[in-house]
């Protein structure tokens, strides 16, 4: 016989649950919509004499949204103000223009004691032609043709007829002042090192080239004048100073700079 305290027991099952009945009486029903819906009228519109003005406005004076003042922007202020002039015109008197438009009223010119070259804002519509000289010193009461310098012109975003009119502008000034660059270029010039001339800083001046130089020079003692240097020398001294000192204004690292040591022009 089994021990009875080992036996499974097991739970018989009454029957099915029964699932408690909702009470109705909780819930309302709402009747069924009977009819056509009413549709909304039209609101007449208001009218702008009555209408309050916007930000606080009260009085003819304007406000915040709290009948406050309003801040002031400034942005258009600031915008407006001229800015100030280049660090390196500072001590410019004279520039000379190579290129203008007319329509905006911009012109690209080269300052004459440095060669740098900058943007400037002219007054009226009448064009300016190549060469032209204005003045943009501190005397504003002199800037009869200047309103005033924008900033500095950059080379590389110069247009190509302002590059091909450079050489040519640089070049007038040099034949303008002839005597002065030959007296202290051409006739003070001497050797650098013991295998190079200073006539060699020029374009396509090589040692044979330098060597004649200065024997044209060693047999008048001095050039007279630039005709006198380019008769005997056979060169053409305008000319070559001029590509020397576009030379150094594309590039800002060569060196000897001739634009330090011979300017400004000294009268």
């Known amino acids: ?107 690209t010119a080269m300052a004459e004691k440095s060669l740098a070259l900058c943007r400037i804002k002219t007054k009226g519509s009448e064009a300016l032609v190549l060469n032209q000289r204005l003045y943009i010193g501190k005397d504003q009461s002199k800037r009869t043709e200047v309103a005033s310098i924008l900033g500095m012109a950059h ?24 005597q002065y660059f030959v007296d202290e270029f051409y006739n003070k010039a001497g050797p650098m090192s013991l295998k190079q001339h200073s006539y060699e800083l020029l374009p396509d001046v090589g040692p044979v080239k330098a ?5 044209a020079r060693d047999q008048v003692g001095v050039f007279a004048s630039m005709d006198e240097l380019n008769a005997l020398a056979k060169i053409k001294g305008a000319e070559l100073l001029a590509q020397r000192f576009i030379e150094e204004m594309e590039d800002k690292t060569l060196v000897p700079r001739l634009t330090q040591l011979l300017l400004p022009v000294e009268a």
């Open 211 to 215: 060597r004649n130089m200065v024997k």
């Open 155 to 178: 080379f590389d975003k110069m247009s190509n007829m302002a590059r091909q009119d450079l050489p040519s502008l640089v070049q007038m000034f040099v034949e303008e002042h002839a």
């Open 1 to 107: 016989m089994s021990d009875p305290r080992r036996r499974r027991q097991i739970k018989t099952p009454s029957g099915p649950r029964k699932k408690a009945t909702p009470d109705l009486s909780k819930y309302k029903m709402q009747p069924p919509r009977t009819g056509r819906p009413e549709v909304p009228k039209p609101q007449p519109k208001p009218d702008p004499s009555q209408q309050r003005p916007r930000g606080g406005q009260r009085d003819g004076k304007r406000g915040g949204q709290r009948g406050g003042p309003r801040r002031q922007n400034n942005r258009g202020q600031q915008g407006r103000q001229q800015r100030p002039e280049p660090e390196a015109l500072k001590n410019e008197t004279w520039a000379r223009i190579l290129e203008h438009d007319s329509k905006s009223s911009v012109a």
